[in-house]
């Protein structure tokens, strides 16, 4: 045929775009079928604009064209233009005009602190302008956030930006989760993990800048911070040090950092109706699932944003939400429901932010996470039942528990604010305004303030600061709850008498788990048992996401969960046990499936597992196995929770040994119905009653044994008296 004749090397531009326009349609045709001609089209207009040079190419090649050539081509253009499109999202940023002078006030100045309202682009934009700028030339950028969840999003939102892998240029580090390599210039962080890198790099010499961002959020470890970037900025006159809030309180941060420079960046507000309840609710959790329903049905379009307290609330929200929307027809719009909270998995927490349909109204029921740290757009409805979970801490005791708490005027306003970021928005307080003005707290009070402060405290003295007293705080913590911390350190053995940290001390501190976790795990040493303790370790890290127990199979689930306790060895062998049997099968889902076990848990497990190990090399201790020996196990485990034990009670209740309180066995534990004598536990949790969650039999003069600076024989006295019928035997 004639037209195959013709050289292709001639100079006739349109006839070689036409007879590559027209193989690039057949081609495409041919993949879509003739069915969606809009789609090959589509591919057409696409590759022939974007891609023509390279197809060219390929043609005048005299190759065969190849298809898949094109469709890898047409992927990089695709890809091209969405970041051309995020490029000009940036762009409409609040932060965008503000760019050059931010520079500027960064250079001209060591310490600077930034102000902006949540979605202004402080976490997403600054890194990457002083990418821009040259900084990283100098060292990398960290950017700390309060929340794991925050760290993982934003980066993997930046590398999207900068059109990188996650974890090459753009990459984040969490406890337990390293997702940077040598590439990495721009680290997201959480403040802890920070606050841990000073342990090997006192001065933060891979470091050009450090943005302490969410200042505002006050947690423990930003506190922490705060003194130690002060300290050693003094020192490294070329690092840049950036404290940014979403609050406008900044003066504080300012005055604390020798009156650095405030920069503000003007915000877009919109605004925001204002409604209470005009009587307190009973039950909030119903009241936020019937006003969402409301909203639903009677106002125009835009998304909702619910604030609740903790993931089990979302969950029943959720249920109950989805049981709701079915009964209501197909005349209503759809209403998608979203979940986020810290534990939830990465590939779910993508969902809050993809765009909700046309049609559509999108539902997202959130923790205390999105009232600054995360920005979800097309949020035009907020509601607050006026609550979140708290930690407090009672230094008398030592207890901590996690409590659901009233916010402070200060988080109600952030949570008001969310509504009204991209056009005017309503929120739904579910409180009074009465409750409003006379009984929430202007500002909720920092963490260090109600805390447990043993693990600070011990890195702290492992990075060689001695006088907590005298210790830069902006706010100091109670000065009981740091004697507290000193104390538990002490029955730990971490400190010697002077204050100073011993060799276990300094060994504990290489482990990025709270003092007793780490202390059960360097006292496996002792008892050659470090193989099975730090598998024990790794599941309780995991938290309480291990078993699961579906509503319609609570019995097979039950049973399941009940192989593990065979012989009542308690809630840590039994976990142990988990975590072999699963080894055993190589490691199978599908038998995590038919043991109602949650595969995704235990493959944390592994992981945190896996850096255990690596851990326990680091300090000199070898992974030997002492599996048949149950009591090495459980004298390890008493070696770092001694300060956790607690006796029976005639009425089948509790009382701790140390500063006596009444607590039971959760029910969920294996020893729930066998309530040995003695026990050690790994947590309190107060839920109706105070519970002990993970739970192990132990024989008192165990802890004559181990902690004879913290027991005495008087506190175990019924240990020798084991004829003595139940209850006996008990002092006072
Ligand atoms: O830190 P700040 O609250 O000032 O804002 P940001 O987190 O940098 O967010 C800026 C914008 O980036 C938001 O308006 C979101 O549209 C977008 N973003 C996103 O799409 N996905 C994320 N994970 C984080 C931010
Ligand atoms: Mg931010």
Redesign the pocket.
């Known amino acids: 045929n004639a037209e195959e004749k013709m050289n292709p090397f001639a100079e006739q531009e349109a006839w070689e775009e036409h007879q590559i326009g027209n193989i690039i349609f057949g081609k495409a045709t041919l993949k879509y079928g003739s069915k969606n001609k809009k789609q090959a089209a589509d591919d057409y207009q696409f590759v022939f604009e974007d891609q023509i040079d390279f197809i060219k190419a390929s043609v005048m090649d005299g190759d065969n064209f190849d298809y898949e050539e094109m469709e890898d081509a047409l992927e990089k253009s695709r890809a091209k233009s969405a970041l051309e499109a995020l490029q000009e999202?940036?762009k409409k940023?609040?932060?965008y005009p503000y760019r050059e002078e931010l520079l500027q006030a960064v250079r001209d100045h060591q310490v600077l602190v930034i102000v902006?309202?949540?979605?202004?682009?402080?976490?997403?934009?600054?890194p990457q302008y002083l990418h821009e700028a040259g900084y990283t030339k100098q060292g990398m950028i960290a950017c700390t956030q309060p929340r794991r969840v925050?760290a993982m999003?934003?980066a993997?939102?930046?590398s999207?930006?900068m059109g990188v892998k996650l974890g090459h240029e753009v990459g984040y580090s969490i406890r337990f989760e390293d997702c940077t390599s040598e590439k990495t210039i721009l680290k997201y962080m959480t403040d802890g993990m920070l606050l841990r890198e000073f342990l090997g790099e006192p001065d933060l010499a891979s470091y050009s800048v450090v943005m302490v961002?969410?200042a505002h959020e006050r947690t423990l470890s930003t506190d922490i911070l705060f003194g130690l970037v002060k300290d050693i900025s003094r020192f490294r006159p070329d690092l840049k040090l950036l404290i940014?809030s979403?609050t406008l309180d900044a003066e504080k941060f300012s005055d604390y950092f020798d009156s650095a420079p405030i920069f503000k960046?003007p915000?877009r507000r919109y605004p925001v109706e204002i409604n209470f309840t005009k009587a307190p609710e009973a039950d909030y959790l119903d009241a936020a699932i019937v006003t969402s329903l409301q909203i639903h049905v009677t106002q125009p379009p835009g998304d909702i944003l619910v604030f609740l307290t903790g993931q089990e609330e979302i969950e029943t929200a959720e249920e109950i939400l989805k049981h709701r929307t079915r009964g209501l027809g197909t005349k209503i719009a759809e209403l998608i429901i979203c979940p986020i909270y810290a534990n939830l998995p990465t590939e779910l927490q993508a969902k809050i932010?993809e765009p909700t349909p046309e049609g559509a109204r999108k539902v997202v029921l959130a923790t205390n996470i999105a009232e600054?740290?995360?920005?979800?757009?097309g949020i035009k409805y907020v509601i607050d039942p006026g609550f979140c979970k708290m930690k407090s801490y009672n230094p008398r005791t030592g207890m901590e528990s996690l409590l659901v708490t009233p916010i402070s005027k200060a988080s109600a306003m952030q949570r008001a604010g969310r509504s009204g970021?991209t056009g005017p928005g309503k929120c739904f307080r579910l409180y009074t305004a009465y409750n409003f003005h006379n009984d929430l707290d202007d500002n909720t009070v920092p963490e260090i303030q109600r805390t447990n402060l043993a693990n600070v405290v011990l890195t702290l003295k492992s990075l060689g600061i001695h006088d907590l007293l005298h210790f830069d705080f902006m706010d100091p913590p109670p000065a009981e709850a740091l004697l507290k911390a000193l104390e538990l350190l002490f029955a730990l053995s971490a400190l010697n008498k002077l204050g100073e940290l011993t060799k276990v001390g300094r060994r504990m501190a290489e482990f990025p788990v709270d003092p007793m976790l780490s202390k059960m795990i360097v006292a496996s040493e002792k008892y050659k048992c470090s193989d099975e303790i730090i598998s024990i370790a790794a599941m309780l890290s995991v938290g309480n996401s291990i078993f699961y127990r579906p509503k319609d199979k609570q019995v097979h689930a039950d049973n399941a969960r009940m192989n593990f306790h065979t012989g009542n060895v308690g809630d840590h062998i039994a976990l142990l046990k988990v975590y072999n049997s699963w080894k055993e099968t190589n490691y199978s889902t599908q038998w995590c499936y038919e043991n109602y076990i949650q595969v995704r848990s235990m493959k944390r497990a592994r992981d945190v597992r896996d850096q255990l190990a690596g851990l326990l090399e680091r300090v000199e201790i070898e992974l030997t196995s002492n599996s048949s020996d149950l009591d090495a196990i459980k004298k390890s485990i008493t070696s770092g929770f001694f300060p956790h034990s607690a006796r029976l009670q005639k009425n089948g209740s509790y009382r701790t040994v140390k500063h006596p309180q009444t607590v039971n066995i959760h029910p969920s534990s294996g020893l729930a119905q066998v309530l040995p004598r003695w026990v050690v536990y790994h947590e309190l949790v107060l839920t109706t009653k105070e519970y002990m969650r993970q739970v192990t039999e132990l024989k008192p003069e165990w802890l004559v044994e181990i902690a004879p600076h913290y027991y005495q024989l008087k506190d175990v006295e019924d240990a020798g008296s084991k004829k003595m019928p139940r209850g006996e035997g008990r002092a006072q």
């Open positions: 999202e940036r940023l609040p932060i902006g309202e949540t979605g202004s682009g402080k976490t997403t934009q600054i925050a999003s934003v993997a939102r930046v999207q930006e961002d969410e940014s979403a960046i915000g932010f600054t740290s995360l920005t979800i757009d970021r």
